[in-house]
């Protein structure tokens, strides 16, 4: 496409309009920022032209740098001779006009022209962070000039989206226009009403701001100390901080060369690489390969829950966030009660942190409704099973549901392991069922896994998925199998790190091993969060469906003393009344060492490395043993699991991608070595095997058993 079709200008009563359209976000591809000088030279020099105006087709303004082309050879101008720059020394005034994403690229563009309006639901912010770089179009050092030091630092470093109103507040945003206003009729005004005003206002050239850096010049380090739990292990947020403090020493000119310097060191990193891949990842992960484009998706405008336990209230929540009314049918009023008493508490808790306003909080519990009976949910256009996790009770349900519900309801299960497929053989529309897997607490984790039965219909998987998107969550499909991808690909690294107790290693070694990967916690303070009698109860009935088995001495002695965790204020740490700081427990390193001398296992101390590539050998390989069986659409699914459901450190892009890191051969000799050790549970799986021999990443490996 040549640079014109991509930026083009045109003329409405002496303002010059320029309009990106490079669908779908306007990013600066290649010819975007070319078209833009052009135009505005074009501007300068013709004399009919007394402003301009620059704005976006589309959907949004511009979303930022295309970030496809980072990592790769491309031509880029000199410093000074850049868009930004070129915007910058314009000798006619230039109206920014922001509408949908202003973000990255986009805002320092929009920064670089003299005045910027946007519409009231537009979103501006310098996300960059996000993918491991800083803002590399003058971000770092236009920002603190128009809004001050602390307040750039805030957006810079959290990468999060400015709604245009806080951006009016702050200053980046001169004029905010009216919902109903068109915006390109409102720029052009506003362009013509300030086309012959002088001197013309330019960020670079403002340092009044910077002064609150040399009154608080403890600004920097102090954000330094309040990130450093967050982002240890990572390089960016602490590159935007040097980078803005930067702004805040240096003459503009200089000030942009540091930026330069710091952007180039990044932009390469494994780190932006990784957080890069995530971020495509994540957006693959919402296609479903086989399934039709047109296929029509279903409108959800009312909700059903059947189940007010721990599930059931976050996911009645999540609809309730969302706008989206929702019923909950329970089996026993004293039930309900509980289970609307926990909403209610879980909001209030919100509202006392400052994260939810109380008239807010008003509106979405005015959404809920405890319903009496099937009869009061049949019109609801979804609804989403979560009883207890057993299988009768789910069936009946089921079968009721099949009565009540209006055709083309969609029939979901929060099951997290259960098969999909007896549920939906309880009725007459097996394709309308699917499982829907929310995350604790559902109203808070982003992943939803859309679990596709054998009959699942095209149209009812579709529409779960577009469902997840809607209530803000990270829709991932898969098939059906028990455990389902997430569950099933985390359980073997749950056996590990249990049998690795057997061998000399303490849960606070463990811990420390995954939070120095970069964890938030480690997986045994995070199973005492979760309960320990929920691990106990599926080892039975696993332990009572499977003679071979593989018992878990230890965490059944620990929960056979009551010790389920947080909650009854022991599990695998000890915990202080009011604190959930996890203290380690002589009484649980007696429990360990005495069992692994029962047992007659050797004793050996445990390296960091060997902690990790245990535990997250084991689930690669299970992983594998999932896409070879065609559950796993792609292995890139895997780790957007990983990363939303499983807290896995996004700044190494998942699991698999972390494993194709250290080499598929690598991972492959160390887990046949295993397999030699300790025997069947580490049976390498055919596809890695298949990975290994024919020198296959494991991103590239395809569904399906390996030919
Ligand atoms: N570069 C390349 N492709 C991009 C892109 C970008 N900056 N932003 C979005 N896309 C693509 C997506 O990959 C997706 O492609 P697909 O349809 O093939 O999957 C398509 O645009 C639509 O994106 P989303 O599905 O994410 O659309 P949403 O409407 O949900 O979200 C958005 C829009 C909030 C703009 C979101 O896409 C986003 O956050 N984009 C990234 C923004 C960003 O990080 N900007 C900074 C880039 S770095 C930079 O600017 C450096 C500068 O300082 C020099
Ligand atoms: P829970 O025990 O907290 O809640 C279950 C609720 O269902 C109870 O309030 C019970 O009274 C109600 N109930 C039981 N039978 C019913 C019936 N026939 N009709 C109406 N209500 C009935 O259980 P939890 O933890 O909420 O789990 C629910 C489902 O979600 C299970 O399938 C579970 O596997 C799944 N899940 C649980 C997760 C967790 O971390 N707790 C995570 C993801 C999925």
Redo the contacts with the bound molecule.
Sequence with gaps: MSDKQLVSMERQDGIGVIIVDNPPVNALSPGVPDGIVACVREGNADPTIKAMVLMGAGRSFIAGADIRQFGKERPRAKLGERSYDILDTSEKPIVAAIHGFALGGGLETAMSCNYRIAVPSAKVGQPEVLIGIIPGGGGTQRLPRLIGPKAALDIIVTGRHVPADEAKKLGIIDELLDAKADLRTAAVAFAKKIADRRPLPRISEADEKLKEAHDDPGMFDAMRKSIARKARGQKAPWSCIDAVEAATKLPFAEGMKREAEIFSTLENSPEARALRYAFFAEREAGRIPDLPKDVPIREIKSAAV???????GGIAMSFADFGIPVRI????PE?MQ??MQKIRDNYAVSVKRGSLKQDEMEKRLARIHPADGYEAIGDADVVIE????EMP??K??FAKLDTVMKPGALML??????NIDEMAAMTQRPEDVAGS????PANVMKLLEVVRGAKTSAGTMASVMALGRKIGKISVGCGNCDGFLANRSRGPFGTEMNIMLEEGALPEQVDKGMVDFGYPMGPFAVADL?GLD?GLASRRRRAAENPNYRKMPIPDRIAELGRYGQKTGAGYYRYEKGDRTPYPDPVVTEIIRSTAKELGVEQHEFTEEEILTRLLFASVNEACKIIEEGIAYRASDVDVMWLYGFGFPRHRGGLMYWADGIGVKVVYDQIARWHQRFGERWKPANLLRHLAETGTPFREAKPGKPR
């Design positions: 059947v189940g007010a336990g721990t599930m059931g049918i329970e089996a026993t039930a509980r289970g979560a009883v207890f996790e009770p789910k009946e349900v299960s929060n099951t997290s392991a259960l897997h929310f995350f604790s979760a929920i």
